[in-house]
């Protein structure tokens, strides 16, 4: 055993893996608001959504459970690579000579290299069980779409994936990934949609967008009853199926003899923060232990520091309920950005509720200095992060480079969502000086609010 002093590493026996998730929606002190019909102006209730998801997963998106059991065949699966290390960063702590103690959570260690696949295996499970036969989703740069791609493999379920097309055309790895799990990959938008041939009827040149595949990947599954819709990011009940991360987290900080004061995550959707996050907040809100909570957003894409907290589709076609969070508008088309995971428009209603209440902040960080901040971290602790997960790895070295500064010895903890070993186009790029810094300019997000549904709930 390695005494206190030089423990780099936390591994949470396997037969310790948390058996259920944590759902949030049990400890806030207020409710978040209702999702509502775009015809009717009114709340939707669960038969609404039939036509999209399994009735477990509803049921998981409106539960007001605190526990949610993980089934049996989900946590089989999840064994091959959970529970995933807890990380003490010492070298990174010495190179930047600081007094704060570093943490990070491994997700790289999922076959697809992210934490996406925690959801995806569950979302999975469910449609088998429910008797679905083709599942449809999106994909930005494929880090979901493989997720998927492997889960239905997994379980038996055709995959079908609507690819946002300038990924399709530059990202052929994650494509190549998810062919070799069996799925099919259309560049979105697509001649197989209605919604699809319009857009290429108005725009042939669209680069394509993550709001778009999904109205291509909605509407496939909304007129075949065979055919459900999952989603990788932004509902409840994905939130929920991240939880595993945290409730590991709380596990493996109690066999460091530590807690963070400050826990942080990237958002693009919000679930590998949500994933982190979501259990220490409970924690709090239960009384349990105080901790600050950041969730950090590119500069390029900053739904929750510069967009609006309103009702808006979660798509470009407007086919989606309503939501009510923090949003670009759906009519946003995000620049073009390596970090392809958090170019959405929109923000996960529950982190959006939370950010609301204050049990949370958010911050964006532009891009070269998110590779720059990055590249020291790889260099330090050897793993290249995603170009998603670079944004989560920059602030926590912020964070820590200000204790450097005060002399406070501050516990930080942030989530390395997944390594970036399909994605090292970027740092060949950011090396190569062809990054700039790109704010988004204030009168494109004022022109796709204007665009925001009208609707006062
Ligand atoms: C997709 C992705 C993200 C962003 O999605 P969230 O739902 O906000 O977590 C972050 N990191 C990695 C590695 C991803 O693949």
Redesign the pocket.
């Known amino acids: 055993m390695p005494s206190d002093e030089e423990q780099t590493k936390y591994i949470l026996p396997e037969d310790q893996m948390p058996t259920h998730w944590y759902n949030i929606a049990a400890d806030l002190p207020t409710p978040a608001p209702p999702v509502i019909h775009p015809g009717t102006g009114q709340p939707i209730g669960p038969p609404d959504l039939a036509p999209l998801f399994p009735m477990a997963l509803i049921m998981q998106e409106v539960s007001q459970d605190r526990e949610i059991e993980i089934p049996e065949a989900v946590r089989e699966v999840y064994k091959q690579w959970r529970p995933c290390p807890l990380f003490r960063a010492r070298r990174l702590e010495k190179a930047l000579g600081t007094p704060a103690k570093i943490y990070y959570k491994y ?1 790289g260690t999922s076959p697809v290299g ?3 696949p925690n959801t995806a295996v569950a979302q999975a499970y469910y449609n088998k069980i429910e008797g679905t036969k083709v599942i449809t989703t999106e994909t930005g740069a494929g ?2 779409g493989s997720s998927m791609a492997m889960a239905c493999a997994f379980f038996d379920i055709a995959c079908r994936v609507f690819m946002v097309r300038i990924s399709f055309d530059q990202k052929p790895y994650r494509k190549g990934l998810m062919q070799a799990f069996g799925a099919e990959i259309y560049a979105s938008p697509s001649e197989e949609t209605n919604f699809g041939r319009q857009v290429l009827g108005e725009t042939p040149d669209t680069p394509g967008s993550l709001g778009m595949a999904i109205s291509e990947a909605v509407e496939q599954a909304a007129t075949d009853p065979d055919t459900k819709y999952c989603l ?3 509902l409840n009940h994905v939130m929920t199926h991240q939880s595993i991360i945290g409730l590991e987290c709380i596990e493996q900080m109690k066999m460091a003899g530590d807690y963070p004061d400050i826990v942080i995550g ?8 949500a994933g982190i996050a979501f259990p220490f907040i409970g924690k709090m809100l239960r009384g349990e232990g105080d901790v600050r909570v950041i969730a950090v957003e590119p500069a390029a894409c900053p739904s929750m520091t510069r967009g609006t907290y309103a009702f808006d589709f979660g798509d470009t076609g407007m086919m989606t309920p309503l939501t009510k969070m923090h949003t670009l508008g759906s009519s946003f088309i995000p620049p073009p950005l390596h970090a392809g ?2 170019r959405y428009h929109g923000m996960s209603p529950m982190v959006s509720h939370l950010l609301e209440l204050g049990c949370i902040e958010a911050t964006s960080i532009p891009q070269v200095d998110t590779f720059e901040l990055a590249q020291q971290f790889t260099r330090a602790e050897g793993i290249l992060p ?1 170009p ?2 670079a944004h989560a790895v920059a602030i926590a070295m912020t964070e820590a480079m200000e204790c450097a500064r005060t002399g406070e010895e501050k516990t930080i903890l942030f989530n390395l ?2 390594h970036g070993h399909f994605d090292v186009q970027a740092y060949i790029d950011f090396n190569g000086g062809k990054l700039s810094n790109y704010e988004y300019p204030g009168e494109l997000i004022e022109a796709a609010q204007r665009k925001l549904p009208p609707v006062d709930a």
């Open positions: 997700e992210s934490h996406k880090q979901w990788g990011s932004v990237c958002a693009g959707g919000g679930s590998n923060f995971g958090l995603a998603e997960t969502s997944g």
